[in-house]
């Protein structure tokens, strides 16, 4: 078994081959040689019912592992009754998608970090708890809830902050974007030293088995001293992080993670290139 590489979304290449549609997305990305999609649910869960399953039916027809990304409007960490309800709504309904469409895991971006970061991690995770009871009220258990590491000081999403999250149940698990870890660290993921760091704390949070099909989301990204600004391409030139001593250690440590591709309009042109450099990792051991 080998990493899953795929999209968050649909890029400009996919636009530009004449395709509209996202159920034409998994045999799209099969074409490519990717295997993962994660789709965009970021300004709201708009997709039907029908409209999910046919998704999910695609996707296993292509052998693509679907995952969806929440609404950016959660945020599980606020204080205010009306606006946690409607959090919890969103994230409720993105887990109703996805287990229409047969995906396994829902990425959400966790909240605010506003006052104090130890009361609003608390908050989140009283309120991620009892979002998830009604979700297993529901049937919804089986789908994997993850929060996302994020890019700004101003987020509650530090690597620590995600790994805590982690504790409120069995089912949620982390999804760590490396762009927004290099943009929080002042651009510290270039070496094995620093993404080991990373990996081994994960390992010691949530397991060698959440660690080896961890959920990644990958692409160069511009920061400032407050963090993540944007992210970009590979096609621009000097913005990290760097993939190869990444795909290096995945492949040292015999993980099979799946990792989306979140660049600028090229996710697709880049997530090839960065399973090429997994692949090129893969056979460098095995000679």
């Given at each position: 078994?080998?990493?899953?590489?795929?999209?968050?979304?649909?890029?400009?290449?996919?636009?530009?081959?004449?395709?509209?549609?996202?159920?034409?997305?998994?045999?799209?990305?099969?074409?490519?040689?990717?295997?993962?999609?994660?789709?965009?649910?970021?300004?709201?869960?708009?997709?039907?019912?029908?409209?999910?399953?046919?998704?999910?039916?695609?996707?296993?027809?292509?052998?693509?592992?679907?995952?969806?990304?929440?609404?950016?409007?959660?945020?599980?960490?606020?204080?205010?009754?009306?606006?946690?309800?409607k959090?919890?709504?969103?994230?409720?309904?993105?887990?109703?998608?996805?287990?229409w469409?047969?995906?396994?895991?829902?990425?959400?971006?966790?909240?605010?970090?506003?006052?104090?970061?130890?009361?609003?991690?608390?908050?989140?995770?009283?309120?991620?708890?009892?979002?998830?009871?009604?979700?297993?009220?529901?049937?919804?258990?089986?789908?994997?809830?993850?929060?996302?590491?994020?890019?700004?000081?101003?987020?509650?999403g530090?690597?620590?902050?995600?790994?805590?999250?982690?504790?409120?149940?069995?089912?949620?698990?982390p999804?760590v974007?490396?762009g927004?870890?290099?943009?929080?660290?002042?651009?510290?993921?270039?070496?094995?030293?620093?993404?080991?760091?990373?990996?081994?704390?994960v390992?010691?949070?949530?397991?060698?088995?959440?660690?080896?099909?961890?959920?990644?989301?990958?692409?160069?990204?511009?920061?400032?001293?407050?963090?993540?600004?944007?992210?970009?391409?590979?096609?621009?030139?000097?913005?990290?992080?760097?993939f190869?001593p990444l795909?290096?250690?995945?492949?040292?440590?015999?993980?099979?993670?799946?990792?989306?591709?979140?660049?600028?309009?090229?996710?697709?042109?880049?997530?090839?290139?960065?399973?090429?450099?997994y692949?090129?990792?893969?056979?460098r051991?095995?000679?």
């Open positions: 078994m080998e990493a899953r590489f795929g999209t968050a979304g649909n890029g400009d290449a996919f636009y530009g081959a004449g395709h509209k549609s996202s159920l034409e997305a998994p045999a799209w990305l099969r074409g490519l040689g990717l295997a993962a999609y994660e789709y965009q649910c970021v300004r709201g869960v708009n997709i039907s019912e029908r409209t999910a399953r046919a998704l999910g039916e695609r996707a296993v027809e292509n052998d693509i592992a679907l995952s969806i990304h929440a609404p950016y409007y959660i945020n599980l960490a606020g204080e205010d009754p009306v606006l946690l309800a959090s919890k709504n969103h994230l409720l309904k993105s887990l109703r998608a996805a287990h469409m047969g995906a396994t895991r829902v990425v959400f971006h966790p909240g605010s970090a506003k006052g104090s970061r130890e009361g609003a991690l608390r908050r989140a995770q009283a309120v991620l708890g009892a979002t998830l009871d009604e979700a297993a009220r529901e049937g919804l258990e089986g789908v994997w809830v993850l929060p996302e590491t994020l890019g700004r000081y101003s987020y509650l530090l690597l620590d902050e995600v790994l805590e999250l982690c504790r409120v149940a069995p089912n949620v698990v999804c974007d490396f927004h870890v290099h943009a929080i660290t002042g651009g510290l993921m270039t070496d094995r030293e620093a993404y080991a760091a990373v990996l081994d704390r390992e010691a949070a949530v397991g060698k088995d959440v660690l080896r099909t961890l959920h990644i989301h990958f692409s160069p990204v511009e920061f400032t001293e407050k963090g993540e600004r944007r992210h970009r391409t590979l096609a621009d030139a000097g913005f990290g992080p760097h190869r795909a290096e250690l995945m492949v040292e440590r015999k993980l099979t993670p799946t990792i989306i591709c979140e660049s600028n309009g090229t996710q697709s042109e880049d997530a090839c290139a960065y399973r090429d450099i692949r090129e990792a893969l056979r051991q095995r000679m």
